[in-house]
């Protein structure tokens, strides 16, 4: 028996040995390469526990400090990574892993302790961002593909060196009447696959990111089958490339209707319809999904994770968190650019990490006002 996951998201992993072994008709990784993998993606998805996407570039931090009226210099990002990573020892048991960028990767807290050093003395997993970010994929209707294999395997091995176990590698498909095209998800699915293959070849655990953007009226059973078709060519991609399913993890859309949808769904019907996506496309071998949060609110993410955990079906992966937005937007908003809201800002996130955490266990129950508005913003580039 490889693995078992109850409904409650307890994992019981008993792997043989014999597993690890199994031959691929062109071997590329040993017992030895094999088990790492496999264990770190484990620890990540251990129990009760998801991932802290605190991996936005340059750029997107920009965007996310100007929505609170604080300039982007490196010191200013540095503060608010800061406000999460100071968080205490109750996130221990909520958060398996943290995503790095590269710039976080080198700084330190205020007392010169590197950030990197805070998150693993916590027992946390320490990531990072690896892609370099959509471009446009020629001869389609405004499709994308994502760069970043050019001296990846250089940048896996020197970050293996510092310390980072696992990596995030985000693709971007659109839903409107003439996307995504058979092409752009070929595209997509074949650069994660390749992403991935050079990742575990340094030890490290490769989340794949094909990320289906909620921008469109489309409705909940459009985005199902458009997440079907997509995962349907991801994994086909990984068999091709020989990707070790075991240590990886998929960072994939819920299932949910486009933004402008006029039609509303319950988390029932979003659980539903995301467990029966992934049951159809998702091999069992695959550790766990983190569902990434896509814009949701943060009650709205905690909610459907947690309706996602509760749904009456097999589910033979964790189905848990990787969420930027729904675990920063209180944080950011109570911080301000504000030494003395630092504290403040801190527990908010530490808040939003114990209820995903409950949630990532389908043991989350609602208990406040779900007055927040969305954290949309179309055609999100992160
Ligand atoms: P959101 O949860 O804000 O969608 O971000 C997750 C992420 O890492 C996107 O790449």
């Not at 074949?190 to 469109?216: F, N, T, W």
């Amino acid at each position: 028996m490889h693995k078992s996951v109850s409904s409650s998201g307890d994992t019981n992993e008993v792997m043989t040995l014999k597993q690890f072994e199994m031959a691929h008709h062109f071997p590329t990784l040993s017992t030895d390469q094999k088990k790492e993998l496999h264990e770190i993606a484990l620890r990540i998805v251990a129990p009760g526990k998801g991932i802290l996407a605190a991996d936005e570039s340059v750029g997107s931090m920009g965007k996310r400090l100007n929505q609170i009226g604080v300039e982007n210099t490196e010191e200013n990002r540095r503060q608010f990574r800061q406000v999460l990573f100071s968080a205490d020892d109750r996130i221990n048991s909520c958060i398996g892993g943290v995503i790095f960028f590269h710039e976080t990767l080198y700084q330190t807290a205020d007392d010169g302790t590197r950030f990197i050093k805070m998150i693993k003395d916590k027992g946390i997993t320490v990531g990072i961002k690896v892609d370099k970010g959509v471009v446009p994929l020629p001869g389609t209707n405004g499709e994308t593909t994502t760069q970043g294999l050019d001296g990846l395997s250089e940048r896996c091995a020197q970050y293996k060196k510092e310390g980072a176990n696992f990596a995030k590698w985000r693709c971007v498909l659109k839903i409107s009447d003439s996307t995504p095209s058979q092409h752009a998800i070929e595209e997509n699915a074949k650069v994660m696959a390749r992403y991935s293959s050079i990742c575990q070849q340094h030890g490290i655990v490769p989340i794949i990111e094909p990320e289906i953007l909620p921008d469109g009226d489309h409705d909940l059973k459009c985005c199902q089958f458009v997440t079907e078709k997509v995962l349907t060519a991801v994994y086909k991609a990984m068999f091709e490339h020989h990707v070790y399913l075991e240590g990886t993890l998929l960072k994939p859309n819920m299932v949910t209707p486009g933004h402008s949808c006029s039609t509303k769904y319950t988390p029932e019907e979003v659980a539903m319809a995301t467990v029966t996506a992934l049951r159809r496309t998702v091999p069992p071998a695959v550790t766990g999904v983190t569902f990434l949060s896509g814009g949701q609110s943060e009650e709205e993410a905690s909610l459907n994770l947690n309706a996602i955990n509760n749904c009456p079906l097999v589910k033979p992966w964790a189905l848990s968190f990787s969420f930027g937005r729904a675990l920063q937007a209180s944080a950011l908003k109570t911080w301000r650019g504000h030494r003395e809201n630092e504290n403040a800002a801190t527990e908010q996130f530490i808040k939003r990490a114990e209820i995903n955490s409950l949630a990532s266990q389908g043991r989350y129950t609602f208990c406040g006002d779900n007055s927040e508005q969305f954290i949309y913003i179309s055609n999100y580039a992160y």
